[in-house]
């Protein structure tokens, strides 16, 4: 992340490979039929918003745009936690869509924006830029500063792991749902759902786990750990 010898390293063709992956895989689940409708959509959702994190993580690390004017503005940065912390709930609802209707308009779901909102707004008033985000310019950040760049890491880092839980208890209620109905169960009905969940949970785990182990490794092995959870 810090060469400066070229525009793309390859950890940034890795980056910008895998957000066209991603996007790519949205026009693909558009295409493809589906007898649910709202299930289809909640998974775009989700891989469109896994795009937009890569996306925006390679513009907030990549070496060339750190000199350019975009590394003193809040979008990326803005954009980078809303993207992370809207991922954990359209999970979640997709989850729950499996076997029920979702009407996200109920007061009780509008709660899971708050985070992304109120994070957002805190990198915006605070001036949180890609460039006030990047490790290495800690020291030269004003006091409301570099305390909400903490608060926006511990919370992008924290808080997915507890839509994974509430992820697992769905699915676990979506096969119960299942076998009751049908008195058996139908493998091919979980795959996608599985493999969905099970990346989800591998890099939410890696995440917090860079995190808090951050204090105590050299700060190539945090950088290292966070680049292979990009990946």
């Known amino acids: 992340m810090n060469s400066h010898f070229s525009f793309f390293s390859l950890h940034d063709t890795t980056l910008i490979l895998t957000a066209l992956e991603s996007f790519l895989l949205c026009i693909i689940l558009k295409i493809i039929p589906t007898k649910n409708h709202q299930s289809r959509s909640l998974l775009i959702t989700f891989f469109f918003l896994t795009g937009g994190i890569i996306s925006t993580t390679f513009i907030i690390w990549n070496s060339y745009l750190q ?3 975009i590394a003193s503005s809040t979008l990326p940065t803005a954009l980078l936690a809303i993207s992370t912390l809207l991922q954990g709930p359209v999970l979640y609802f997709y989850f729950k869509s499996l076997s029920n209707q979702i009407h996200f308009f109920k007061w009780i779901n509008s709660l899971h924006v708050l985070p992304a909102t109120i ?24 006091p409301g500063t570099h305390h909400a760049v903490n608060f926006a890491w511990a919370i992008l880092r924290c ?5 994974v839980a509430a992820c697992i208890f769905s699915e676990y209620k979506f096969r119960l749902n ?3 109905k049908t008195h058996e169960l ?3 009905n979980f795959m996608l759902p ?7 949970l591998l890099i939410e785990v890696w995440s917090i786990a860079g995190y808090f182990l951050g204090a105590y490794i050299s700060g190539e092995a945090s950088n290292l750990m966070g ?4 990946y």
């Open 194 to 200: 599985n493999i969905v969940l099970g990346g989800f």
């Open 67 to 69: 000199t350019q004017p």
């Open 178 to 180: 299942a076998r009751t």
């Open 159 to 163: 808080l997915p792991i507890t839509y």
């Open 186 to 188: 139908h493998t091919e």
């Open 227 to 230: 680049m292979t959870a990009d």
């Open 119 to 142: 994070t957002a707004l805190a990198i915006v008033w605070f001036d949180v830029s890609a460039s006030a985000w990047l490790p290495w310019n800690k020291q030269n950040l004003s």
